[in-house]
């Protein structure tokens, strides 16, 4: 009984050590999993975005993991992890999935040359990853979805080459109407010197000023 409890902690302690597995390369991660277990080789310190001064920003707002994000459909919305003390990460994983079934493999698109698509991700699954390890500051992509659904957002970024790494996921719900700023509405051409709608109706008014004066001289 003993022995089995021990394979049992030991089967245990394996399996959270393997969640805490951070899988990468150089070039972009070695995986598009969901869950930390995403770039190879790192298995040192591990803790929330905070916890490694880096923040996601919905342009000028920062997310909270604990709350859902709403944005609109069918716009495009500037996401960015920041490193908020300028240390700076090396390498880096979002990957966006639908939390009913949604497909959002098209979803996430890479801005900064030094970002790709990751393409070991599941057919309705988005993945952004690096193309390599060099000092980032910052990192941009777009979400562009176009009707309703409920989406995971997971962030994990290798912050250095020592194997620490951080790990955060978020709710975005992508509901109501399009955001994208309404064009003006659209203005009828001014008519050309001389021949304005105000000039033309007054032209009229006193033709038929002359018109009734003549009438009454005549009768006269």
Known sequence: MKSISTV?????????????????????????????????????????LASSNLVLMWGG???????????????????????????????????????NGENASTTLVAVDSFAKVNGLCNSDVSGITHRNS???????VTLNHPQQAELFLEVTVVTTSSSNWAYDSFDISIAGNSTAPSLPPSSEPEDPPGTSGSAIFRVSSALVLCAYCFVTMALM
């Open 8 to 48: 049992a902690a030991l089967f245990a302690a394996a399996t959270t050590l393997s969640q805490y597995n951070v899988l990468a390369r150089s070039n972009g991660a070695a995986t598009c999993g969901t869950g930390k277990s995403i770039m190879r080789g790192h298995r040192g310190s591990g803790g929330t």
């Open 134 to 140: 060099n000092k980032k500051s910052s990192v941009e």
């Open 61 to 99: 707002t920062e997310l909270d993991p604990s709350k859902t994000t709403s944005v609109g459909i069918d716009v495009d919305h500037t996401f960015q992890i920041i490193s908020s003390d300028n240390a700076g990460f090396k390498g880096f994983l979002l990957r966006l999935s639908g939390k």
